[in-house]
């Protein structure tokens, strides 16, 4: 599904890692880092196995913050 011009920005995603930066055309900044994140990351449910894996091997788990969209993150106006 595209997005209609008239309500979405561009933004500028820089990956911190490298500096590579990309020009994303998005209704808000957050969809615009999920879609740049999208080739790079992927998630599933960890199973019994993995988790007795990675923690053994000193993997720890992250909390993940739960954030409100920013007031920046306001979509654009038509």
């Known amino acids: 599904m595209s997005t209609p011009r008239s309500t979405s920005r ?5 990956e911190a890692g490298t500096g590579v930066e990309r020009l994303i055309r998005a209704t808000f900044r957050t969809t615009a880092i999920r879609h740049a994140a999208q080739d790079k990351f992927s998630a599933h449910k960890a199973t019994h ?4 894996r990675l923690i053994t091997a000193g993997v720890r788990v992250e909390q993940a913050v739960e954030q409100a969209p920013e007031p920046a993150d306001e979509p654009a106006l038509p």
């Open 10 to 14: 561009v933004y500028l995603v820089k």
């Open 49 to 52: 196995d993995e988790l007795e």
